[in-house]
């Protein structure tokens, strides 16, 4: 059935003829092992645990993994139970043991959790990482608790395969507002100052409050429950890869990660079990072809959150 939406309304949806049209772009299970040719820059519509043992070894530059996290959840026609602690610890395991080998010796893992799933994250991936962060980003939507604090936050669990591994700090900057500025001899320190507005562009930190999730008015939004934003990935993909490498993402969902690596000039792969968000990443990967641009991030840097346009109409 399909939902009544405002006029304004900018949630990329689907038709009847577009499913029938992007489905056809999307690789299933085969009897014989996938190539890295044939996965490259494609969406492998199956259940994870039916494709795994069909990946080729060692091609993966940089993984992200957004699992769903410890608590009931509806994703489309699929739904995830909560389960004990340790039951999802060896639910995280029973995929994750299996993609070691996928994964590049110098390559990044990013895994995604709330407060509830990170101990379970923890555990699991430090058995087979170096775990160099935990990044705490603001999830500023959600409902109150009368008798809890609110949860508005995640986070994500930054790690390594090894040593040697890539980080491009220069990409992943954020332009902040200066509120005190600092001068010494009357020249700014560390700042720059522009029409009506001091700025300064600073190292990033592990806790990111620069992010909006995804909602109606945005041409980046889907029905989809856990979207990620499009900004937060960017992040990610320009500190941990280089152009050309191969994002990988085992549970794609609607598809952020891929459009963001394509957006950002990487390749893609990814897996998702659910038809229709397979076929709204495909479309979501078709507009990305017409227009690059990533909300909240513009002339190589990350800008605070809602502060982009009103710059913008400041220096014009």
């Given amino acids: 059935m399909q939902k009544n939406r405002a006029p304004l309304n900018r949630t990329i949806t689907l038709t009847k003829n577009e499913i029938s049209k992007f489905k056809k772009n999307l690789i299933y299970k085969s009897n014989n092992p996938f190539s890295i040719k044939v996965i490259t820059n494609k969406i492998i519509n199956e259940n994870i645990y039916d494709v795994l043992n069909l990946l080729p070894d060692k091609f993966i530059d940089l993984l992200f993994i957004d699992p769903p996290y410890n608590l009931d959840k509806k994703f489309n026609k699929s739904i995830f139970r909560e389960m004990d602690n340790d ?7 029973s995929w994750l043991n299996k993609m070691i080998r996928m994964i590049k010796p110098n ?10 799933s990170s101990p379970a994250i923890y555990n699991s991936v430090k058995k087979y990482f170096k775990i ?9 939507k959600g409902r109150g608790a009368k008798s809890n604090w609110k949860n508005c936050s995640e986070d994500i669990w930054f790690c390594t395969n090894s040593d040697s591994y890539k980080f491009n700090i220069d990409d992943v900057k954020l332009k902040r507002k200066v509120l005190a500025p600092y001068k010494i001899n009357g020249k700014p320190k560390d700042w720059v100052s522009g029409n009506d507005e001091n700025f300064r562009i600073t190292f990033p930190s592990n806790l990111w409050t620069d992010l909006t999730i995804p909602f109606w008015s945005m041409p980046e939004n889907t029905d989809h429950p856990t979207q990620k934003p499009e900004k937060l990935l960017a992040k990610i993909i ?20 891929a459009v963001v690596a394509n957006k950002l000039g990487r390749k893609y792969s990814g897996i998702e079990m659910d038809l229709k968000y397979c076929c709204i990443s495909e479309k979501r990967l078709k507009l990305a072809a017409k227009n690059k641009s990533i909300q909240g991030y513009e002339d190589r840097v990350f ?5 982009l346009k009103e710059q913008k109409r400041k220096n014009n």
């Fill in 87 to 93: 039951k999802y610890e060896k639910w995280l395991d």
């Fill in 132 to 140: 160099r962060n935990r990044i705490t980003w603001e999830r500023e």
């Fill in 107 to 116: 390559a990044s893992i990013y895994i995604c959790g709330d407060w509830n």
């Fill in 238 to 257: 320009l500190a941990s890869s280089n152009p050309g490498d191969l994002v990988f993402d085992p549970f794609l969902g609607s598809g952020t990660t």
């Fill in 303 to 307: 800008w605070e959150r809602n502060s």
